[in-house]
Nanobody, 122 residues
Framework: QVYLEESGGGLVQAGGSLRLSCTAT????????LGWFRQAPGKGREFVAT????????YYSDSVKGRFTSLRENAKNMAYLQMNNLKPEDTAIYFC???????????????WGQGTQVTVSS
């Protein structure tokens, strides 16, 4: 079982940057795919990025490609989402989650953090 906790959210102006962290507890973090999702008010959970267990490959949604970077440090049980050139439409609660598969559907991810709020002002 892996437990996850996100941090690093906040309020930023459009064009700014934030770095989210995902802290994992449990000794099996490096066996799982690590995904990032977000949920804006009144909307469903949206795929942002997913990184393979060994960190070698990451896949991004078209809406964040070129602006966001997902990284993981398995030795530290940590993952990060570097977000640059933020836009107001990036405003959402951001979640990290683990899965056995490299997929974009949130229902295929089993362990979730509680989320961290990111607000981008125009």
């Amino acid at each position: 079982q892996v437990y996850l906790e996100e941090s690093g959210g906040g309020l930023v102006q459009a064009g700014g940057s934030l770095r989210l962290s995902c802290t994992a507890t449990g000794r099996t973090f490096d066996r799982y795919v690590l995904g990032w999702f977000r949920q804006a008010p009144g909307k469903g959970r949206e795929f942002v990025a997913t990184t393979t267990a060994n960190g070698d490959n990451t896949y991004y949604s078209d809406s964040v490609k070129g602006r966001f970077t997902s990284l993981r440090e398995n030795a530290k049980n940590m993952a990060y989402l570097q977000m640059n050139n933020l836009k107001p439409e990036d405003t959402a609660i951001y979640f990290c989650a683990t899965s056995n598969w490299v997929e974009r559907q949130p229902n295929l991810y089993g362990s979730w953090g509680q989320g961290t709020q990111v607000t981008v002002s125009s």
